[in-house]
């Protein structure tokens, strides 16, 4: 599905034909909500999925992220890296071969860091880390804030969301609970179909669009024993 389609499905789900009620704007904004909601539940499952990679090379004990993956007041970061959350942080040889030489262990908190329970923390916008880097290259890999925007969502439009499209009713059907909510109504078959659409997201994230992902569960003979340290 596309956005339009998801689009026409939220309006055709909540059943609302008059605009004066159910504003334009009104269904962008819970379309929007409910598309964050859909990334959210595709990324606490397997973060992997949208994850996107930048390198940094920092020269102290501390890093900047605002500008460069993270926005603040004082800087924002370019659209098209902006990250809702790091995924891992590993050192590789150069951004150019980027081969990775091992991950860094992340601690919660810079006491944590101080007391050497791991290698960095992110504290607000700035990575700490336990010792001064020396020139180091490091890979950030991070979930994207995704690019389709509130005003993204109108009827007609053929914009692409993702590869999941058995999926995307979810977010018409997310985005019709806000709405529900709104308009005061239990909606009990809404409700049963997105426990349903949910359970099948799940499964298939469990699964992974590669079928034979599923071997790691339980190791079959043949495969090697790849373990990254």
């Not at 379309?31 to 990334?39: D, Q, V």
């Not at 501390?62 to 098209?80: D, N, T, W, Y």
Request: glycine fraction near 6%.
């Amino acid at each position: 599905m596309n956005v339009g389609e998801v689009y026409d499905l939220f309006r055709s789900l909540v059943d609302e034909p008059d605009e004066t009620f159910l504003s334009v704007g009104n269904t962008q904004t819970y379309l929007h909500a409910g598309h964050l909601e859909y990334r959210g539940k595709i990324t606490d499952i397997n973060p992997e999925v949208f994850s996107s990679r930048i390198w940094i090379t920092p020269t102290t004990e501390e890093f900047e992220l605002a500008g460069v993956i993270f926005s603040s007041a004082a800087a924002a970061a370019p659209a098209a890296d902006q990250a809702q959350r790091i995924i891992r942080i590993g050192v590789v040889d150069s951004a150019a071969s980027d081969q990775i030489s091992y991950y860094l262990v992340p601690c919660q908190s810079p006491v944590e860091v101080e007391n050497a329970q791991g290698d960095y923390c992110l504290a607000g916008t700035k990575l700490i880390f336990s010792s001064k880097m020396s020139s180091t290259t490091l890979r950030i890999e991070y979930v994207r804030v995704p690019g389709i925007t509130k005003t993204d969502w109108v009827t007609g439009s053929v914009t692409f969301i993702d590869n999941f499209p058995n999926f995307h009713p979810l977010i018409a059907l997310y985005a019709a609970r806000y709405y529900a909510i709104r308009d005061g109504a239990s909606n009990a078959p809404l409700l049963a179909q997105l426990a349903h659409k949910e359970d099948e997201l799940k499964q298939f994230l469990a699964t992974g669009m590669t079928t034979d992902n599923a071997q790691y569960i339980s190791p079959q003979i043949g495969y090697s024993n790849v373990v990254v340290i």
